[in-house]
C-alpha cells in the first residue's frame, strides 16, 4: 500500500528567550526525531502524557508550524520544500479537527459559512453547486440543512464537533489529523462522534492521524499505533500487537493505568513515580531512565535506538538489546 | 410556543423573573434570620451507619426563562468508610448535588427548595438544607471537604501553596500558634506524596504540575480529618498516568483516615475502581443505583446499559460503538413522563403514564424504570 504521510527524523524545537536582550537561552525539544510512515486508507493512533509533544508533531506535518528538522513528505512530496502557491493547493488534501469544538469555532459566523468559507475560497465547486455541496457534507457529518444559518452557540458540544468534522471534510481531504476530537465530549456523545468518523473513513478513504490520550478510544478506531514520551516516539507497530504485548516499560506502565469499567478485575498496577521531565532540559541517554523501574547503567549514559522485534512492532529499550 | 422551543419573550421573561424573585426572597428571608433555633436543623439519621443521607433533595435553578429543576428529588446514601461514585452526562445534576451538600449552590437564583440532606457530624446529625450559615462554616472543612475538578483553577494564583493550605488550616484551629500550623501544613503536602514538601510550601501554584496541584488540592481537603470527602471529577484534567497515581493516594488516605468519599465523575473505568456504591444519574434524577457488581454486572435502567455500551473497552473489540441516540431534554420544564422515554429503544405502552418510581430489586439495587 502507498504511504499518504511519510515522516523521517522530524525535530521542532521552540527558542526559549531570556536573559537581559532577550537573546535564546535554550530550546524546548517538543519533538525530537519521530520517524512514522501512514499507508492510505488507514489510521495511526498516537498517545502519551501531556506535553510529550503529540499535538505538535500532528501540526508541524500540516506545515502549521515550521519543523527544525527533518522531513515530511506527503504522497511522495517533501511539504517544507513546498512554495506558497503549491502550499496553498495542498491545504485543501490534508486538514485538521482541534480538540475543542467551544473556541475552534468563530462566534460570528454562521456554520453554513463556517463550512463553506474555504470551499469557496478554494474555488472547488462551481456558484450553482455551493449551496447543495454544504447541505451534503453537512447531512453527511449528520447535521440537518437548517442549521445552516445558525451560530455555533445554539449547538452542543457534540454538534459543534460535527460541525469541525463539516468544516475539514468540505475541502475533500486524504489526510485528515484529529487532535483529540472527542476528549471534551460526554461518553454518550464519544461514540456517536468516533461511529462518524469511521463511517467516513469508508466512504471517502480518509487516512487519520488520531492523537489522544484516551487509549480505549485510540484502541479501536487505529490501525497502527505509536506511543510518544517526552519527544521520542519509544514504541510503534500494530495497534493489537502492541496491545497484546507492550514492549516498553511506558507503555507498559501507561496501559496499567487505564482504568477498567468492571468492578472485579484487579489488575496489577505500575505506577509511575513523579511527573514528565521538563522537556526543556530532558534527562540524558534514556529520557524515561528516571521513572522507569528497570533503569540500567546504560539506559543514563546512551539513548537507545529503535529496533524492529518483528511484523513492524518497533520498540526504542536497551531492554531489547541484544 | 414559538417556532424554537427556547424562545420566550421579553415580556414573558420579566414576568418570569419577577415570579422568582418573590420565591427566592422569601427562601433568603427564611434563612437570614438572626436566630433560627436548632429544633429546626438538628435531626436523627435514619440509618447510624450512613454518614450522609439524600432524601429527596430537590435543587432548582430560578432563571429568566424558567425554572431549571437541576436536582429533582435524589435519594441515596453514603455509609461511613465507603465510597459511592456518582455517575452521569454533563448537566445531569452531579455537581449540583455535591454542591447542595455542602450548601454551596449559587445563591439566589439557585436554592434547594425541598428534602432533607442528613449529615452526622459526630455529636449531631443536621439536616443541611436548613442550617443556617454559622453552622455550615463548621461543617464545611472540619467536617466535609470538596476536591474540585480544576486544580488549575481553583488555586489562587497570587499566594503561595503554603500560604493557602496555611489558611485553612488556621481557620479551623485558630488557637494553634503559627509554627504549629506550618508543621501540619508541610506534613499534610508530604502525607499527599509530594516529595519536595518544603520546596512546594514556598512555590506558587504556577511552578507545579496538573498532578502537584491536584495532590495540593488533596492535601488541603485533607487537612482537617475530614468524615466526608467530595471529589468532583478529581481526575478528569489529568493523565492516565496522573490519574492511577491520585486514585492510588485518595484509596490509600481513605483507609488511613476511615472518612468516605463521594467520587463524582462521568468516567465509568474511575467508578468501577474506586466505589464501592455507585448511583446513576439523569436529567437531575437517580435512574438506578446499587453496588458497584450490581450496577457494572447486571445494568437494569436503558440509560445505564447505554452508557456501558458506549463506552469502549481495552480488549473488546466491535464493529461499531452503541450510541444512545438524541440529546439530553431541555432541562426548563421538564416533561412529566420518564425524561429517557424519548431516546430509550425499551420504550412500552406503560412508559408513557407518570415518571416511573423506584423499583427494589435486592437489599441494595434500586432502579427507576417500567421495563426491567
Known amino acids: ?114 463550512i463553506g468559507e474555504a470551499v469557496r475560497e478554494h474555488g472547488l465547486v462551481s456558484k450553482e453547486e455551493y449551496q447543495d455541496y ?55 456523545i464519544q461514540a456517536q462522534i468516533i461511529n462518524l468518523l469511521w463511517k467516513l473513513q469508508e466512504d471517502r478513504k480518509l487516512t487519520y492521524l488520531f492523537i489522544s490520550h484516551d487509549l480505549s478510544v485510540v484502541e479501536h478506531i487505529s490501525d497502527s499505533l505509536g506511543v510518544m ?47 514528565i521531565p521538563s522537556p526543556a532540559n530532558p534527562p540524558e541517554g534514556c529520557k524515561f531512565h528516571t521513572r522507569c523501574k528497570y533503569c540500567m547503567a546504560c539506559c543514563k549514559e546512551k539513548a537507545p535506538e529503535m529496533k524492529d522485534m518483528g511484523n513492524g512492532h518497533c520498540v526504542c529499550c536497551h531492554l531489547y538489546d541484544r | 410556543m414559538a417556532k424554537d422551543g427556547n424562545y420566550i419573550s421579553a415580556k414573558e421573561s420579566r414576568r418570569i423573573s419577577r415570579e422568582n424573585r418573590k420565591i427566592t426572597s422569601e427562601i433568603e428571608k427564611k434563612r437570614k434570620r438572626k436566630h433560627i433555633p436548632e429544633s429546626e436543623y438538628v435531626t436523627q439519621m435514619k440509618d447510624p451507619d450512613n454518614c450522609v443521607e439524600f432524601d429527596n433533595v430537590q435543587t432548582h435553578y430560578f432563571t429568566d426563562i424558567g425554572t431549571v429543576k437541576a436536582v429533582d428529588g435524589v435519594s441515596f446514601s453514603v455509609p461511613k468508610g465507603k465510597t459511592v461514585g456518582i455517575v452521569g452526562e454533563s448537566g445531569c445534576g452531579k455537581s449540583v448535588t455535591s454542591l447542595s451538600l455542602m450548601q454551596l449552590v449559587q445563591r439566589p437564583s439557585g436554592q434547594t427548595v425541598g428534602g432533607e440532606i442528613r449529615f452526622d457530624s459526630g455529636e449531631k446529625v443536621i439536616n443541611v438544607v436548613n442550617a443556617p450559615e454559622k453552622v455550615m462554616r463548621e461543617l464545611r472543612g472540619n467536617q466535609m471537604a470538596m476536591i474540585f475538578q480544576e486544580p488549575m483553577t481553583s488555586l489562587n494564583p497570587v499566594f503561595r501553596i503554603g500560604d493557602q ?34 520546596g512546594v510550601y ?100 436503558p440509560y445505564t446499559v447505554g452508557l456501558m455500551k458506549s463506552k469502549p473497552v481495552v480488549g473488546k473489540h466491535v464493529k461499531q460503538l452503541y450510541s444512545i441516540p438524541g440529546n439530553v431534554p431541555n432541562p426548563v420544564d421538564m416533561p412529566n413522563y420518564c425524561y429517557f422515554r424519548d431516546r430509550c429503544e425499551r420504550c412500552t405502552e406503560e412508559c408513557k403514564g407518570a415518571y416511573p418510581p423506584m423499583v427494589k430489586l435486592t437489599d441494595t439495587h434500586y432502579v427507576s424504570c417500567y421495563d426491567i
Open chain 1, 134 to 188: 454544504i447541505t451534503q457534507i453537512m447531512k453527511d457529518c449528520g447535521l440537518q440543512s437548517y442549521h445552516k444559518d445558525r451560530y455555533p452557540h445554539e449547538f452542543s458540544g457534540g454538534q459543534r464537533q460535527r460541525i469541525c468534522i463539516a468544516r475539514a471534510l468540505a475541502l475533500n481531504p486524504d489526510f485528515v489529523v484529529c487532535d483529540e476530537p472527542v476528549s471534551a465530549l460526554d461518553v454518550s
Open chain 2, 202 to 301: 514556598k512555590m506558587y501554584p504556577h511552578e507545579l504540575s496538573g498532578g502537584m496541584r491536584q495532590r495540593v488540592m488533596i492535601a488541603m481537603a485533607l487537612s482537617c480529618d475530614p468524615k466526608l470527602i467530595i471529589a468532583d471529577e478529581p481526575t478528569t484534567a489529568l493523565d492516565v498516568t496522573i490519574q492511577a497515581q491520585i486514585l492510588d493516594l485518595l484509596r490509600e488516605l481513605k483507609s488511613r483516615i476511615g472518612s468516605s468519599i463521594m467520587l463524582i465523575t462521568h468516567d465509568l473505568g474511575v467508578v468501577a475502581e474506586m466505589a464501592d456504591l455507585v448511583v446513576v444519574m439523569y436529567a437531575g434524577r437517580v435512574v438506578e443505583k446499587g453496588t458497584a457488581t450490581e450496577i457494572f454486572k447486571d445494568p437494569r435502567h
Open chain 2, 165 to 198: 493550605v496555611d489558611e485553612e488550616i488556621a481557620l479551623h484551629f485558630p488557637k494553634w500558634t503559627k509554627e504549629q500550623v506550618k508543621a501540619r501544613s508541610i506534613e499534610m503536602l508530604g502525607m499527599v506524596g509530594i516529595a519536595n514538601k518544603e
Open chain 1, 1 to 114: 500500500m502507498e504511504n499518504v504521510v511519510e515522516v523521517k527524523d522530524l525535530k521542532k524545537y521552540f527558542p526559549i528567550k531570556g536573559g537581559f536582550f532577550g537573546g535564546v537561552t535554550g530550546y524546548v525539544k517538543a519533538v525530537d526525531g519521530v520517524s512514522f510512515s501512514i499507508p492510505a486508507g488507514t489510521t495511526m493512533g498516537l498517545v502519551g502524557e501531556s506535553g510529550c509533544g503529540k499535538s505538535t508533531t500532528g501540526r508541524t506535518i500540516l506545515r502549521l508550524i515550521e519543523k527544525t528538522d527533518g522531513s515530511i513528505l506527503f504522497k511522495g512530496e517533501d511539504v517544507s520544500a513546498m512554495d506558497k502557491k503549491k502550499l496553498r493547493e495542498l491545504r485543501t488534501k490534508m486538514q485538521i479537527i482541534f480538540q475543542d469544538p467551544y473556541s475552534s469555532l468563530s462566534p460570528r459566523l454562521p456554520v453554513g459559512e463556517i
Open chain 1, 229 to 275: 514520551y517526552l519527544g521520542n516516539m519509544v514504541e510503534t507497530g500494530k495497534t493489537n500487537d502492541i496491545f497484546a504485548e507492550p514492549l516498553h516499560p511506558y507503555t507498559k506502565a501507561l496501559f496499567s493505568a487505564i482504568p477498567m469499567p468492571d468492578p472485579e478485575i484487579k489488575r496489577e498496577r505500575i505506577i509511575l513515580e513523579g511527573d
